[in-house]
C-alpha cells in the first residue's frame, strides 16, 4: 500500500454516476500505481463497471474527477456532444479499453482488428502497424486467428484479439470490463491466462471481474464495492485472508472463497 | 399481337435502353452520396439540420415522381429555370433517390450496435476515420439488398420519363404505338426489355457490391453466456 505517490497512474476522486437520480456510484476513491493490477469486485448492481467506464468517459461521472499521470482530465463541451468528445480524444488514446461483449469489429479480420486504430488513430504506417498486430496475436497465441473473421473464432479467441488490439496502442492504463463474463466458463481460462501474462509484464491493469480465483492470484490490490460505494479492500492476499468487514466477509462466502 | 412487328419495335425501343440506363446510372452516381449525407444530416446533434434534412426527405418521398418531374420541367421555367427534358429527369430521379435511400442509409445506422460506438470512442477514432472505416462498411452490408431494390424500382422509374418527353423506351414505344395501333405487340416488347435490364442491372449491383461472408455469425460475440452480470 505505501508506495511513492508519484507512482500514481490514475486517481479517481469522490467520483458518482447517477441513473436516474439515483446514485449507482456513490463518491468513489481510488488509486491505481504505474504496473499494478487492481480488480473490482462486488455483487451484481454494485457499480463497478460504472466506475470503470467513468475512467475514459464512456460512462460520464456525475460528480468528482479522474487524473491520469497526475493530471486531471476536463472533457470540455456538453456531454455526447462533438466538442465534448474531441476534447476527450487524446485522453481516450492513452487508456485501453476491453470490454465484456469484445466490441471487435464483425467486418474486419482479427489483424484488421488489431491494425486500424494503430493505422487511422495513431499514425503509425501500415507496414510497422501489421507488423506490431502480428507480434501482439502472436503474443496471444493467436496467429491462426489472424486471417479470420471476428465471427469465426471462438469466445475467448475474441476475447483475446480484443486484448492484442488495446496493448497494441500502447496505453498507460487498461480497463478490463468483466472480461471474462461472455465466454463460455471452459475458455475463459484462455483470457484469465493472458491477463495473467500482461500482469507479469508490468501492465497496469484495471479489472472488473467476477472471477475471485483471477483477483486473489493475480490482482495486487482488491476493491470490494456494494451499493455504490467502496466497502472493503486492500491487498489481494490479505483481502482474500481476512476481510475486515462483515459484507465482504458476506459476499465471500457465498461465492465459495471464505 | 403482331409478331412481325417485333423487330421493327425492337429497333424502335433499343436506343431508350441507353436513355433509361443513363438516367439510372446518373441518379444513382448523384442520389446515393446525398442520400448517405442526409441520413447523417438527419441524425446530427444540431436540431436545424436534422429539421432541414427531415424536410428535403419527407418532401422527395411524399410527392409523387411524375408531380416531381412536372415541376422541374413545366414548373421551374416560370420562375427562370429552363432545363432540358433529360437534365430534368436527372434532377428528378436524383433527388427522388436521395430521399428514399437516405432511409435505408439510416436504417443500416441504425443497426450498428452501440458495442461498435464504445469501440470507437475508446479508440480514440476522428469521427470521419470512424465513420469511414468501422460504419460505412456494416451499414452497407446492411443496406445492400435494400439500395439493390432501389436501383431496380429506379430503373422501371425512369418511364416516367415520358411524361416530359424524355426519350427512354416507354416514351418511344408510347410513340410507336399511337402511330400503329399495336398497342399489346409494343407494350409487350416494352416489357420484356424493362425484364431483361433489369435482370442485366441485378447482375452489375452483385458485383458491386458483394456480399461478404460469413454474415451473420457475429450474434454469437454479443450473447451473454450464463455468467454474465450488471
Redesign the interface.
Known amino acids: 500500500m505505501e508506495r511513492d505517490p508519484a507512482a500514481t497512474l490514475l486517481r479517481i476522486e469522490n467520483v458518482s454516476v447517477v441513473h436516474d437520480g439515483k446514485a449507482v456510484v456513490d463518491r468513489v476513491s481510488l488509486n491505481v500505481q504505474r504496473g499494478q493490477v487492481v480488480a473490482i469486485i462486488g455483487p ?2 454494485a457499480g463497478k ?1 460504472s466506475l470503470l467506464r467513468t475512467v ?1 468517459f ?1 460512462q460520464q461521472p456525475a460528480g468528482g474527477s479522474i487524473h491520469l499521470a497526475g493530471e486531471e482530465v476536463r472533457p470540455q463541451g456538453r456531454p ?3 466538442k465534448y ?1 474531441r476534447s ?3 485522453h ?2 492513452r ?3 476491453v ?9 474486419l479480420t482479427a489483424l484488421e482488428n488489431v491494425v ?2 494503430q493505422v ?2 495513431h499514425g503509425r504506417d501500415t507496414a510497422e502497424a501489421k507488423a506490431r498486430a502480428l507480434a501482439e496475436l502472436e503474443r496471444l497465441n493467436l496467429r491462426d486467428c489472424a486471417g479470420k ?4 473464432c471462438s ?1 475467448g479467441q ?1 476475447q483475446r484479439i480484443a486484448i492484442a ?1 488495446a496493448l497494441a ?1 500502447d496505453p498507460e492504463i487498461i480497463l478490463f470490463d ?1 472480461p ?6 471452459e475458455l ?1 481460462a484462455e483470457v484469465l491466462d493472458a491477463l495473467k501474462g500482461l500482469a507479469a509484464q508490468g501492465i497496469t491493469m484495471l479489472v472488473v471481474t ?1 472471477e475471485m480465483k483471477f483477483a486473489q492470484e493475480v490482482a495486487d490490490e482488491v476493491v470490494f464495492m456494494a451499493g455504490g460505494r467502496i466497502v472493503d479492500g486492500g491487498p489481494s492476499a490479505e483481502f482474500f485472508q481476512n476481510p475486515s468487514t462483515e459484507r465482504a466477509r458476506k459476499f465471500l462466502q457465498a461465492v465459495g472463497r471464505w | 399481337m403482331n409478331l412481325f412487328a417485333i423487330p421493327e419495335i425492337l429497333l424502335t425501343l433499343l436506343p431508350g435502353v441507353g436513355t433509361a440506363l443513363g438516367l439510372t446510372v446518373a441518379a444513382l452516381v448523384l442520389g446515393l452520396p446525398l442520400g448517405l449525407g442526409l441520413a447523417v444530416l438527419a441524425r446530427d ?1 444540431s436540431r436545424p439540420l436534422r429539421v432541414t434534412a427531415w424536410c428535403i426527405i419527407e418532401f422527395g418521398r411524399g410527392i409523387p415522381g411524375l408531380v416531381l418531374l412536372y415541376l422541374i420541367y413545366f414548373g421551374l421555367p416560370q420562375v427562370g429555370l429552363y432545363y432540358t427534358a433529360i437534365t430534368s429527369a436527372v434532377i428528378g430521379f436524383t433527388y427522388m433517390t436521395a430521399a428514399y435511400t437516405s432511409e435505408i442509409f439510416a436504417g443500416g445506422l441504425n443497426s450498428i450496435s452501440g ?2 460506438k ?2 470507437v ?7 470521419f ?1 470512424a465513420f469511414r ?2 460504419y460505412l ?2 451499414l452497407l ?1 446492411v443496406a445492400r439488398g435494400p439500395l439493390i431494390s432501389w436501383g431496380i424500382l429506379l430503373l422501371q422509374a425512369t418511364a416516367l420519363g415520358y411524361a416530359i418527353a424524355v426519350p427512354e423506351i416507354m416514351s418511344r414505344a408510347y410513340n410507336y404505338a399511337a402511330i400503329t395501333f399495336d398497342y399489346s405487340t409494343t407494350f409487350t416488347a416494352a416489357g420484356a426489355i424493362y425484364l431483361a435490364i433489369t435482370q442485366a442491372v441485378l447482375l452489375v449491383f452483385r458485383v458491386l457490391l458483394p456480399a ?1 461472408e ?1 454474415r ?15
Open positions: 451484481s448492481g463497471s475514459n464512456l455526447g456532444s462533438r468528445e476527450l480524444r487524446k481516450r488514446r487508456v485501453g479499453v470490454f465484456q461483449h469484445f466490441n471487435l469489429f464483425p467486418h486500424v486504430a487511422h488513430v473473421l471476428p465471427g469465426q469466445g475474441q488490439r496502442l468483466e471474462t463474463s461472455a465466454i463460455d466458463p475463459s467476477h | 446533434p458495442n461498435q464504445e469501440a470512442a475508446s479508440l480514440g477514432f476522428a469521427p476515420a472505416l468501422i462498411p456494416q452490408r461478404r460469413p451473420r455469425r457475429e450474434v454469437r460475440s454479443r450473447h451473454s453466456g450464463p455468467l454474465a452480470a450488471g
